[in-house]
């Protein structure tokens, strides 16, 4: 992100040089003028203004330039006009009581006329200057850095920079913090003499202990924006508001703390102490949290890996289901990251987003869409209305989307096994894109995508040649995790997908050694009490345990859960028999993790397996947990069990 240099401010014409002279000439015509100074150029505003007020109190003289007053108190006082000051040359328009100003200026809808409004007035505080500028870097700045670099090219915005650097000893507490986080969301250098004067002010300031709670979290919000802030000066802010009750702190103070706790924890400092006492405190103000409060907590705390703080982390994402339609796409981003690395799974949760999503696909940034899908696929939840939405999306935004964000919206498909209505066109765009910037893919994440897709029956046939050639091969070793064990079974299941369902492909085989001979089941697949619960049925039911195998490894792959085999007759024969095995019935134990959550949808995997089995000549029965459940009783299992696999006998 590009910084602004010093030289921006300058106060000099854009087309002169830059030059010390200038600069010292521009400071002698917009000079401050104190009781010190001969006030013979000034006008008679300022001269009244000098009257009014005692030593402490700077005139800004207007002459060629931009006509500005900054008021000045003490480092401790807040800015107030007094009656004075707002009696003095009414008549003349150059002095804006606070609050009609503040009015004036958040009717503004642009910095070219906050600039021309700020050039129309003789005398402002230093607070409402800052003010002014923070409208500015409200408009200037979006995620992509300064919109408009010429904005500080600006005369006027030029001559507040000029004030605020060589008056940063006189101005306000609230002037002064509020004037160094607009600049630094304006991006200008901290390097600048401008930024390093008021960094310095601010610092001796936090050093001598004049900084109240809130102007404490505005220094600290300010130091957290810079890339690299002194981690020494937010510890001093923590420590200074630790003096202090953490029970009276304000929402943002709380979530200000939480962030410099990040930053100085990377470091090696130790908080866990305060932040035993900050979740307590948090805990008690969840219900008054905004949307943003909530996003910047729960990343706090993912980042701090707070797990041990599960009333707070549950509390806060039971309150998050309220804001889901009033998140910005990075706060959304930020609690869905909260959900999966906490294990958090909630229905009402789901359903906002279900409300939320198909409104907004078409608003909503792509990393955003792509974090919610994420969210799905990890949790196992199969939502249609927003899978259907995602899909539209696809279709209308696939070309403005990286390949990263194009595997992020189209794997959950396959992982849990949905196909949407418009899934024709759906892979209709993803093959044309496919054709257009194959190239650009990193080769885990296409293999990852085209072995979604054959999860789901749409067959990557054209892009498979690539897939199994020596030098795509060779690029996926050298890159981590490199040909492991699942990267390899991904490899192989693609193989034996194009040999069993695409009998037409002719294109290049999967080498014999990239190939592994057993699919790596993980353990949380099976659900080993409602095996245990068919193989007592199955035990009742053939009276002989000899009469069937459980866990048994197939030569092509696959392991089946249970097998029985017949002969010709249909008999059922011993399990170790290997000869006149006429038929082999395959048993999927199917448990509620192969299935969607709260669904009764199989996952891709376990589909797959299932088609698969059943074209390699098993007859498939799927046993699923939901109609077994609710049997009592051995008796009633050997019955559904007698039903489910001899139904004509």
């Not at 040649?465 to 020596?470: D, G, M, N, Q, V």
Request: glycine share 4%.
């Amino acid at each position: 992100m590009a910084l602004i240099s010093r030289k921006s401010f300058q106060l000099c014409s854009s087309s002169a040089p830059a030059s010390r002279s200038a600069l010292m000439t521009l400071s002698r015509r917009l000079n401050f003028i104190s009781g010190q100074h001969n006030p013979q150029n000034c006008s008679p505003v300022a001269m009244r203004m000098m009257r009014v007020k005692d030593k402490s109190q700077y005139t800004f003289c207007r002459k060629k330039h931009v006509q500005l007053q900054m008021q000045s108190l003490s480092a401790n006082e807040a800015v107030h006009l007094c009656g004075d000051m707002r009696n003095c040359t009414k008549s003349n328009n150059v002095w804006m009581d606070e609050q009609l100003f503040f009015k004036r200026l958040n009717s503004l809808c642009t910095s070219k006329e906050i600039l021309y409004f700020l050039s129309s007035l003789e005398v402002m505080s230093d607070t409402m200057a800052s003010a002014a500028l923070q409208k500015i870097s409200e408009f200037e700045v979006d995620d992509n850095g300064l919109k408009n670099p010429a904005l500080l090219e600006n005369e006027v915005f030029r001559a507040l920079c000029f004030q605020f650097e060589f008056e940063s000893s006189n101005l306000s507490n609230t002037g002064l913090l509020n004037a160094l986080q607009a600049l630094i969301r304006l991006r200008i250098d901290p390097q600048s003499t401008l930024m390093m004067s008021l960094l310095s002010e601010s610092e001796e300031r936090l050093g001598r202990g004049q900084l109240t709670a809130e102007h404490l979290c505005a220094l600290g919000e300010s130091l957290l924006e810079l890339e690299s802030p002194s981690c020494a000066t937010l510890e001093r802010i923590v420590n200074h508001m630790q003096e202090g009750d953490i029970k009276s702190w304000s929402p943002r103070e709380v979530v200000m703390v939480y962030k410099i706790v990040e930053v100085t924890v990377r470091e090696g400092k130790q908080w866990q102490s305060l932040l035993n006492r900050l979740n307590s405190v948090t805990l008690g103000a969840v219900s008054q949290l905004s949307p943003n409060f909530v996003s910047e907590i729960l990343n706090s705390l993912v980042v701090l890996r707070q797990t041990r703080s599960v009333l707070l982390v549950t509390a806060l994402c039971k309150h998050s289901v309220q804001h889901v339609p009033y998140f910005t796409d990075h706060e959304l981003v930020n609690v869905l990251e909260a959900f999966l690395y906490f294990g958090q799974k909630m229905q009402n949760f789901t359903e906002a987003l279900e409300r939320h999503v198909p409104r907004s696909i078409h608003t909503m940034h792509p990393q955003t869409v792509s974090k919610v899908m994420q969210y799905c696929c990890e949790k196992t939840i199969l939502s249609k209305p927003i899978f259907d939405a995602v899909a539209e999306g696809f279709i209308s935004s696939a070309d403005r989307l990286t390949t990263d964000q194009i595997a992020a919206y189209i794997i959950p498909f396959g992982t849990l096994n949905y196909l949407p209505p418009s899934a024709s066109s759906l892979f209709g765009k993803l093959e044309t894109v496919l054709h257009t910037r194959l190239r650009h893919f990193q080769p885990h994440t296409l293999l990852n995508l085209l072995h979604s897709c054959v999860l789901i029956q749409r067959y990557p046939t054209n892009f498979l040649p690539k897939i199994f050639s020596p030098y795509f091969l060779q690029k996926l070793q050298a890159q981590p995790p490199g040909l492991n064990r699942v990267v390899m079974s991904q490899l192989t299941q693609l193989f034996l997908t194009v040999t069993l369902e695409c009998p037409f492909y002719e294109g290049p085989k999967l080498l014999s050694k990239y190939q592994v001979k057993a699919c790596p089941t993980p353990q949380s697949s099976l659900d080993v009490h409602l095996l245990k619960r068919v193989k007592t049925g199955l035990l009742d039911l053939l009276k002989k345990r000899i009469y069937f195998a459980s866990e048994v490894s197939t030569p092509y792959f696959y392991e089946v859960d249970i097998e029985i085999k017949l002969d010709e007759e249909g008999f059922v024969l011993p399990a170790a028999q290997l000869e006149e095995v006429h038929r082999r019935i395959a048993l999927c134990v199917d448990g509620q993790n192969r299935f969607c959550a709260h669904s009764h949808n199989l996952l891709g995997e376990e589909a797959i397996k299932q088609r698969h089995l059943q074209l390699l000549g098993y007859e498939v029965v799927q046993i699923p947990f939901f109609e077994i459940e609710s049997l009592q009783n051995t008796r009633k299992i050997a019955d559904y069990l007698h039903k489910k696999i001899f139904p004509c006998t």
